[in-house]
């Protein structure tokens, strides 16, 4: 049950160089000819943003690779986008903004309706999907479930506030997703506004815009006095036409749950971004491991719509329960087939949470030695800005030819939900220096299988992290 990288890159229309990057970054360095396990080879398609229909061993359906469809019948698709940034810095102003002077007026009565996600229709009559759940927390979450649905993120940072936590870890957050961000200035119209201080502190963090020499967009606006938008808008547009955004309309349709929720008359509901295909009323369709038939469909402006085609948010009403965020969307011919899928996904999740249950490095090594991961990657939280660097330099140096460490976040702080909901994204053990997970963190870290290691001593912390990344390269060694 093994595929060579270049006949899987083959099967998915990608370049095969694009597929041997991406398994660099998922630990499992490979060559074009090299073999892969069905397994790695489901990661690579999830990883591609592809729902994989499995309802048996054998029978993986491909779909969806990098956000474009593998169909040869293909359309330009809207850009889905999510704007992340640190609290009060003015993401729900720029969302409220986007969506006030870019909806078409008249539309529906103009009135809007909050499911999560909105489009707008730019002056060159092109679409841009907004989800709008700011914030990395949503982001991250649906990413630990599979479901990279972003296209692009937008980075709002206040210029008077400046760079701080939150902006830290959305830009973290991003990098590990390896999506491409434009930044937005914002609040641009208060006295004194500075944008340029916001580029030059930015590059502390790795992120270079154009007038930097870096290939990062970024724009100055304010999301109360409404400037700077058409310019966000069209900078969007031109990294949509970079991305070559591309899906087949002309299919069943595939998506994900953006939000779900149980309405008192209506029953379970969920808000679907369609991916490719075109959902329609009337579809069976299995979501996670619920199921149900399209009985309406509601968009973003409360208008009732009988179809959906790629990139769109519509609220589906149908369901037999309510769905997860992030859970695949996937449309069947037959309820029994749904039935089927649902059946075997919902076995699938239990059997995923039985074998994440043992949380500690030990189980966490061995499924990464099965996965031939040579890139160790962490999250390190300590109780110091000094101690927190020097931690992060010196793992960072520990690296052989055959493995090496890559600290995915080091930062100030007890250890959170956010930093659990990271490294487990990215398979990666929690280290606190001198720091504790609080109550909610480690409750998730146990429920996710996610390693927490707590040590007070840098030497032994090093130790024990050499040790580890040796027992994950096996015997060789
Ligand atoms: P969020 O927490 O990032 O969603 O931030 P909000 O959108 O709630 O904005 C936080 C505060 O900043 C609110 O009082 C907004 O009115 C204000 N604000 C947002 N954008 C701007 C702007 O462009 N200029 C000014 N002067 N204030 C803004």
């Not at 479901?147 to 902006?167: E, H, R």
């Not at 390896?178 to 506004?193: E, F, L, R, S, T």
């Not at 009323?281 to 491991?289: K, Q, R």
């Not at 038939?293 to 509601?298: E, I, W």
């Amino acid at each position: 049950d093994r595929i060579t990288v270049s006949e899987l890159a083959n099967r998915m229309a990608e370049r095969t160089s694009n597929v041997v990057r991406l398994l660099a970054r998922l630990g499992v360095p490979s060559a074009a000819v090299d073999e892969i396990d069905q397994d790695t080879a489901e990661l690579v398609l999830t990883e591609f943003g592809h729902n994989i229909v499995r309802v048996s061993d054998s029978d993986v359906e491909i779909g969806m690779v990098g956000g474009v469809d593998v169909d040869d019948h293909l359309a330009e698709r809207p850009p889905v986008v999510t704007i992340m940034g640190h609290v009060d810095h003015g993401k729900t102003s720029l969302l409220d903004a986007l969506r006030g002077t870019n909806v078409v007026k008249g539309e529906a009565g103009g009135i809007t309706q909050h499911i999560g996600a909105y489009q707008i229709l730019t002056k060159d009559k092109h679409k841009i999907t907004f989800l709008d759940t700011p914030g990395h927390e949503a982001f991250t979450a649906m990413r630990a479930r599979g479901a990279s649905v972003t296209d692009i993120v937008v980075l709002v940072v206040a210029w008077d506030d400046g760079i701080m936590p939150q902006t830290i870890e959305a830009i973290q957050h991003t990098k590990a997703a390896g999506v491409p961000m434009i930044v937005a200035i914002n609040k641009m119209d208060k006295a004194g506004a500075n944008a340029e201080k916001i580029r030059q502190a930015l590059l502390q963090y790795d992120v270079q815009v154009e007038s930097m020499g870096g290939e990062v967009q970024d724009v100055e606006v304010s999301a109360t006095a409404k400037t700077g938008l058409d310019q966000l808008i069209d900078k969007i547009m031109l990294q949509s036409e970079i991305l070559e955004l591309k899906a087949n309309p002309d299919r069943p349709a595939e998506g994900n749950v953006i939000e779900a929720r149980l309405d008192k008359g209506k029953g379970p509901l969920a808000t679907v971004l369609v991916r490719r295909g075109t959902l329609k009323t009337g579809d069976i369709f299995v979501m996670g491991s619920e199921w149900g038939k399209v009985r309406a469909m509601v968009d973003d402006k409360g208008a009732s719509v009988k179809s959906a085609l790629p990139s769109t948010p519509v609220e589906v009403l149908g369901l037999t329960g309510v769905p997860s965020a992030g859970d695949p969307v996937t449309v069947v011919e037959s309820e029994a087939r749904a039935r089927e899928v649902a059946e075997y996904r919902a076995g699938v999740i239990n059997a995923k949470r039985i074998e994440q249950e043992p949380a500690n490095l030990e189980t966490m090594f061995s499924v990464l030695r099965q996965a031939k991961a040579q890139v160790y990657p962490l999250v390190i939280k300590a109780d110091t800005q000094g101690s927190a660097e020097a931690i992060a330099g010196a793992v960072n140096k520990i690296s052989t030819d055959l493995i090496k460490a890559k600290v995915l976040l080091a930062s100030v702080g007890g250890i959170t939900e956010s930093d659990v909901t990271l490294a487990k994204a990215s398979g990666a053990p929690i280290i606190g220096f001198n720091v504790r997970a609080n109550a909610k963190a480690r409750e998730i870290a146990q429920r996710d299988g996610v390693a927490l290691k707590y040590y007070d001593v840098i030497y032994d912390l090093i130790d024990d992290v050499k040790a580890a990344m040796a027992g994950q390269l096996g015997p060789e060694l």
